[in-house]
């Protein structure tokens, strides 16, 4: 009963913590312009981060280490270093991002400026991750975060053409006016938001933090296979939202608040509330998974005590890049730089990293000086292998496509 309680919890995390500012704006900005055409690209996406969580989590199960620290061990400072930076850099970036998306779910509730919560976010976030223990932590905004479910019922509730929606879905047809560079662009878009690299790396760091060990390999599995793909759920239930209230009316989602007005027309008041619940515990969650997967990286790599499974003081590094981080994080927003402009970019920046992350990671998933018995075997190098393509397909066309579509407009 234990086990199966713990794999339900572990499950419902999954779900809830899956999506964060990055999925909830761009599925808001795909369905208001594409409709539903770009959801081969979720499925794709959810398709490819299973694949590699799974192999991240079963190295950190079967070794007891992150799978940063045996890149860096793996491939040498030099390489560690380059996967480092890159990682890092996209998810400062995504830090960033989260913390406005925390600051602008709660100007939504509240209507205070953005700006004056910006601080307040990222005083409780130092807070979160001075006190919190890692497992309150992701049980918590994980839980929360399946308030984002009422976008799946206001699907329902706003008696949609099904359809018309299925048609948008399995034909993947590029609506008018949009031209191709842009479609593709958004796509990427897309692929980036759902595989961002610091996925991988919390996620085995946080199952050093919980000890995985082999044995737990088969609920570490149902919960990346069975849990990310209904949380990927939720974020086609955002797209679908926004492609029934505003694709007829050529309106183009520019705002949170938009993303939740379709919300607000299926339910009224008490819709709105359950979904700003929703975005507040997603972006927070992520901005403590982002935040600790920056701590993480950095301290792997040096070779310095990491976790919060110590106590801070025998962590003080780990600490200290955190305090840093919530220093960091606001001063760049409050520069008074658009939030969302900064989730757009970092979904973009993180396609350009994704080699970085998910190439080393099968490569040390089958080595067997780590792995033992537990090495991949032909099915996961075979799919592995498959889904490298796309991830180095949008790596390469990241920038040009940018450059061509002028970040999409």
């Known amino acids: 009963m234990k086990k199966v309680l713990g794999l339900l919890l572990g499950l419902l995390t999954a779900i809830g913590g899956f999506v964060d500012i990055g999925d909830i704006v761009t599925a808001g900005v795909v369905g208001s312009r594409f409709g539903l055409s770009l959801t081969w690209v979720l499925v794709l996406g959810t398709f490819s981060i299973c694949v590699f969580a799974e192999m991240s989590g079963r190295v950190a199960a079967v070794s007891g280490r992150p799978t940063f620290d045996l890149i860096r061990e793996r491939f040498g400072p030099r390489v560690g270093l380059l996967n480092l930076i890159g990682s890092m850099a996209v998810t400062l970036l995504t830090f960033i991002a989260e913390i406005g998306g925390v600051a602008l779910a709660l100007q939504l509730a509240t209507s205070v400026n953005p700006y004056l919560w910006i601080p307040v976010v990222a005083a409780a976030l130092w807070l979160v991750f001075w006190r919190v223990k890692f497992s309150a932590l992701e ?100 797209t679908a939202c926004a492609a029934i209230v505003f694709l007829p009316l050529s309106v183009e989602v520019g705002e949170l608040s938009q993303t939740v007005l379709p919300v607000g027309i299926a339910f009224g008041k008490i819709g709105i509330a359950i979904a700003l619940l929703g975005l507040f515990a997603a972006t927070f969650g992520a901005a403590c998974e982002t935040g600790l997967s920056v701590g993480y990286s950095a301290c792997q790599y040096f070779g310095w005590q990491w976790g919060k499974f110590v106590e801070p003081m025998r962590a003080t590094r780990f600490h200290t890049i955190l305090l840093l981080l919530c220093i960091i994080g606001p001063g760049v927003l409050l520069t008074t730089v658009d939030p969302i402009m900064v989730t757009e970019y970092s979904v973009v920046f993180s396609a350009i990293a994704l080699p970085l992350t998910y190439l080393p990671i099968l490569i040390v998933a089958n080595d067997r000086t780590y792995m033992g018995d537990h090495a991949n075997g032909w099915l996961a190098n075979v799919l592995g292998t498959a889904v490298l393509v796309p991830v180095l397909v949008a790596s390469a066309a990241a920038i040009p496509l940018m450059i061509v579509t002028r970040v999409g407009q």
């Open 139 to 238: 049980n918590t905004f994980g839980l929360g975060g399946l308030a984002l479910i009422v976008f799946a019922v206001a699907v329902w509730q706003l008696s949609p053409d099904w359809s018309q929606l299925w048609h948008e879905a399995s034909r993947a047809a590029m609506p008018q006016p949009e031209g191709i560079p842009t479609y593709w662009y958004y796509a990427i878009a897309i692929f980036g938001a759902t595989m961002t690299p610091y996925e991988v790396f919390f996620f085995s760091s946080g199952g050093v933090e919980e000890g995985w060990r082999p044995k737990d390999i088969p609920m570490m599995r149902g919960n990346v296979l069975i849990g990310f793909p209904l949380g990927a759920l939720l974020s086609l239930a955002i």
